[in-house]
């Protein structure tokens, strides 16, 4: 055991084994619910198409292993640089492939949500709409559009071919929140 610690400990190791520490924190705290694991892409390592957090726990954990694997068949401090670049650059490389099949896990784009027509214009397409009924309709980014349950709040009194402004989306009672508006032409 003593020669595992002596060698994670050891230069180059021990720079990555500071790092595995990190990751090992960043996925037990991410388990836990605590942090978002849809982060920033890794698109500024050349590594696009999965989170940062997948893609430098795979970068990291690769160039440890190859760093530890290097440090035990190299002695001399400057091939133990060598061993330090080419842990890097395996790593970087393994994660490269490894990121491929990942990219089908995490599409590009999200599909389209109701929450998509929060702060969009609608024209009110039922007699009058209160507090507990009404239906508008509703033009999505695409040039589609939709009619749409919408509700009043307070005294705003909205009738048919009224213009009004999608402010909110209740998921519970899934209904858009409407208030008049005037459009300028």
Known sequence: MSEFL??????????????????????VIALTGLLDLDDVDASWLGLAGAPAGVTLSIVITLGWLLSLVGGQLVSAVHLQIAVLIVALAGGWLGARLLVVPLRRLYPDERGPSRHDFVGRHCVIRTGQVTADFGQA?????????????????????????????????????????????????
């Open 137 to 185: 309709e509703v033009t999505a980014a695409d040039g589609s559009s939709a009619v749409v349950q919408v509700r009043t709040t307070g005294d705003d009194r909205l009738a048919r071919g009224d213009n009004a402004l999608i402010f909110d989306y209740s998921s519970s009672g899934e209904f858009f929140l409407v208030m008049p508006y005037e459009r300028d032409h």
């Open 6 to 27: 002596q060698a994670v400990l050891g230069f180059p190791t021990i720079l990555f084994s500071f790092l595995l520490v990190i990751v090992v924190a960043y996925w």
